[in-house]
C-alpha cells in the first residue's frame, strides 16, 4: 500500500501523456488514435481514483486519518496548499465531465462533444499535471521526517 501514491502519480504522468497526444491526433483529424488515447486516458484515470480512494482506506485504517501530512515550511507550504486546493476542486469535476464528454464522443454528436471537450481537456489536463506535483512537492521534495 505504500506505493500507491507513486503508483497513482505514475497513473497521472500516463493520462497526461495520453491526453496531449489525444489532442494532436484530433488536431491532425486522426480519430480512430484520438479515440484510442482518449478511451486510454479516461481508464488511467479511473484506475487512479480506484488507487486513490484505495490509499484514503488505507491511511484512515492505519492512521486514523485520511490525509498525509505536508511537512514544506513557509511560501513552499502556501505553494503546495494553493495547488492542492485548486487540484482537489477540480478533480472533483473530472469524471463527471469525462464521462460526458468521452459519451458523446463515441456517440459521434461531434458537436456537442467538441463544445464539452473544450472544457473538460484543460480541466482534465490540470488535474492530471498538479497531481504529480503534489506527488512530488508531498513525497519527494518534503518528505515525513
Not at 86 to 108: D, E, Q, Y
Amino acid at each position: 500500500m505504500d506505493q500507491l501514491p507513486a503508483i497513482n502519480a505514475t497513473l497521472n504522468a500516463a493520462s497526461t501523456i495520453l491526453l496531449l497526444t489525444g489532442f494532436g491526433f484530433i488536431r491532425r483529424k486522426r480519430i480512430k488514435q484520438h479515440r484510442f488515447c482518449m478511451i486510454s486516458a479516461f481508464i488511467l484515470s479511473m484506475l487512479f481514483l480506484v488507487g486513490y480512494l484505495a490509499h484514503k482506506w488505507h491511511l484512515y485504517s492505519t492512521t486514523g486519518s485520511y490525509n498525509t501530512a505536508f511537512h514544506g515550511q513557509g511560501a513552499f507550504k502556501g505553494l503546495y496548499f494553493s495547488i492542492l486546493i485548486t487540484h482537489v476542486a477540480l478533480a472533483a469535476t473530472v469524471p463527471v465531465l469525462a464521462s460526458i464528454t468521452l459519451f458523446r464522443g463515441l456517440k459521434m454528436s461531434v458537436v456537442k462533444h467538441k463544445r464539452l471537450a473544450r472544457v473538460t481537456l484543460p480541466i482534465w489536463l490540470y488535474v492530471s499535471v498538479t497531481g504529480v506535483i503534489v506527488y512530488f512537492m508531498l513525497y519527494q521534495w518534503s518528505p515525513q521526517s
